[in-house]
């Protein structure tokens, strides 16, 4: 029988194999701090590792076509001309397979490398309409800097031999947004015409 070092993804799988016969369990959470966990579901060598990082950035939400009474109608207070600012958590989980030797889904320096270069360095204490090029046109809701931080890490991601899997940015106690990237989206609708 092969080892496996102990890493974080392959303790909650065997945590699974050793309470699955005595309790009907259908998922494992394991912390092994409070910015870096993962998840098991018993799929196999499957698994999910999620980390957890710190962004502090200003922001404006309005449409540049609108009025600032139209703005304010849409988005309230939110769009005074002068912005304000938040203390963003963003947590980035990937899932993969659990190497059977290295016991990771994926180098996790390297993940945290690509989170610290396309998302904390280029966003963090910044004003995002003005500093972060897709914003000047594009009103930076946290569903759409979920969204955005998705797209610029999916590939990467790939590369380094995981699956983005979702995205939740925690804007204010009061609000986050989740963006899942591996749920098949419907084929667009066809436009039906009549001859």
């Not at 009907?24 to 196999?44: K, V």
């Not at 449409?63 to 963003?90: F, T, W």
């Not at 204490?125 to 998705?150: G, M, Q, R, S």
């Not at 991601?157 to 925690?170: C, D, M, P, V």
Request: contains cysteine; proline residues 6%; negative net charge.
């Amino acid at each position: 029988n092969e080892g496996c070092l102990p890493t974080t993804e392959a303790l909650v799988r065997i945590i699974w194999q050793r309470l699955k016969p005595h309790i009907p369990i259908c998922s494992l959470r394991l912390f092994e701090q409070d910015r870096l966990w993962t998840d098991y579901c018993g799929n196999a060598m499957e698994s999910h590792l999620t980390i957890r990082k710190h962004f502090a950035a200003a922001h404006r939400l309005a449409r540049q076509e609108l009025s600032q009474d139209e703005n304010e109608l849409i988005y309230g207070k939110c769009a005074r001309i002068n912005g304000h600012g938040h203390n963003y958590l963003v947590d980035i989980t990937v899932k993969g397979s659990i190497h059977p030797r290295t016991g990771m889904i994926c180098d996790l320096s390297a993940l945290q490398n690509l989170v610290e270069q396309l998302v904390i360095e280029p966003f963090d204490h910044t004003f995002l309409n003005k500093d972060v090029p897709y914003f000047e046109k594009c009103v930076p809701t946290a569903e759409n800097i979920a969204l955005h931080i998705a797209d610029r890490l999916r590939d990467p991601i790939k590369e380094i031999g995981a699956e983005l899997h979702k995205i939740r940015l925690q804007e204010s106690p009061n609000n986050a947004a989740e963006v899942y990237t591996d749920i098949p989206t419907k084929e667009p609708l066809k436009k039906v015409t009549s001859s």
